[in-house]
């Protein structure tokens, strides 16, 4: 009896408490209406688009009045996990995702670290400045230089076909296996500088006190490295892996759609670039739409976990 | 610091020569183009390995045919268009936004939040979004470019933070003297936070400044085109003709190379010429990116 009539009280209480505070704050409401908008049309609607993956969509026919795809609705999905392209796309979009991680998350730490070193501030400004320079030109201007630089008549090209190491007058990325490579060292190339930003800060963040303790002791430079330097940026270096590890297979479509071409899908065709050409360029929105629902309920999934570990071992986390 | 081995003398040493190299590989390139960009196109197109100068005799041709080229010309106009009003719809929105999910009263502030970072973690995709600006009515309109990417919710987490972190007792003893949201807003809060609308300006500004991929599937006519189009355009799928047409030129790849070139210098000249003075303002962005909360 009691329970009951305190459960009723609550109930009551929050509708009428939300009448007063939407009453009392409703100039604050009213300021987020647009924004609330936005987000409605801009993302909720999108989402709710994500039926047509359940369905044979026609746009004569609209959302709705479309049939629903065969097998309860999952046809798209089981023929494109049947289809020749799942497992080449899986693997070429975690060769690719992993590999560029391998490379480019600890070459940020071994900058920062360097950088620490240097007692000279201008030196240490210039190279700063200089590593950043890759980061402030635009992903299509990077993308040309690398065609250009890569291509038959290109430096890069040149310089390997003299090691030996490729053909001569032919663009590197026309061999299947050297776009990975390619890849990965112009994706270096563009973020190290900018990536060892927030370890420099960390390293800036250290409390000198403990040098100072440690030169009593004797320990030498390598000595402090070892066991001050990096254990006090452990924090941020770990943080850090995780919250890449939850990107893993959101590889973006931009560049990899720039640089790569029908010679090479073999091992370049990514999930990203497959929903764009199969989507965009073929008009089979439902197939494709079902490859990006795929794709992104696992980066979701890897999102979710990585944060709940980095949690765990760092008390920061996403949310 | 005060380590004089000769170990540490060693190391410093070499990691000098391994920072120096560092700065090189990531300016050369950069030179290279330039280089590239002025040298003879006959001379370049059989040139082995490194520039260190121009070959022969210095050619501004390259320059020239990106300066007679309508396409760049309107491109760089659009660009423009699409950042100033892309801005103004970016800063407007996102401070709203931000403000009223930084106000603790708020009973539906924890909903609405989560509304929002929802969206940050998972989208309908690709083809979805298309659909979506198709059925508004927005293909083919310089506004696809605006209106969809008004709001980056991660700039908006970073501004909310910014929000939070000026002292209630301030926007209080406005609200005693009467003051309504948005006069503590514009009058209050946004004077407070100026750092971190610079901040947004940059981020947005280079968003807009680099996007090419939503023009490529929303726009039709080439006369709209961004400049990252037309760059993507001519750079990389080598759509000249109309390019050559203008100077009457064949299309010998002596010439595309040098167009290529020169063209690479002309648009990214800005903002190469100013990025060292942004760093800094990107370097809070990242710091403040970094720790959302």
Known sequence: MKKSKKAAGCNVSFGIRLKKDLKKNYAAYLIFLPVLIYYIIFAYKPMYGLIIAFKNYTPAKGIMESAWADNYGLGHFIKFFNSYYFLRLLKNTLTISLSTLLVTFPAPI????LLNEVRAKKFKKTVQTLSYMPHFISTVVICSMIHLFVGGNGFITNALSALGLAEGGISLLSHEKMFVPTYVISELWQTIGWSAIIYISALAGIDQELYEA???????????????TIPSIMVTIIMMFILKIGTVMSLGHEKIILLYNPGIYNTADVISSYVYRKGLLESNWSFSTAVGFFNSVINLTLVIVSNKICKKKTDMGLW | MKDKSIAYKIFTVCNTIVLTLIALACLYPFFYVVVASISDPNELIKHNGLLFRPLN??????????FNNKLVLSGYKNTMIILVVGLVFNLILTTMGAYVLSLKELMLRKPLTILVIITMYFSGGMVPAYLNIRSLGLMDSLWSLIIPGAISTSNLIIMRSA??????SLSEAAKMDGASHGKILIKVMLPLVKATLAVMVLYYGVSHWNAWFNSSIYLRTSSKYPLQLVLRNILIESQTTDMMSDIGAAESPQVLQLLKYSLIVVSSLPIMAIYPFLQKFFQKGVMMGAVKG
Do not use: C
């Open chain 1, 214 to 228: 440690a030169r009593i002791d004797g320990a030498n430079r390598w000595k402090q490295t070892l066991h001050i």
């Open chain 2, 163 to 168: 929000f939070m972190s000026v002292p209630e």
């Open chain 1, 110 to 113: 071994i900058l920062a670290l």
């Open chain 2, 57 to 66: 005799d210095i050619t501004f041709a390259g320059y020239k045919m990106v």
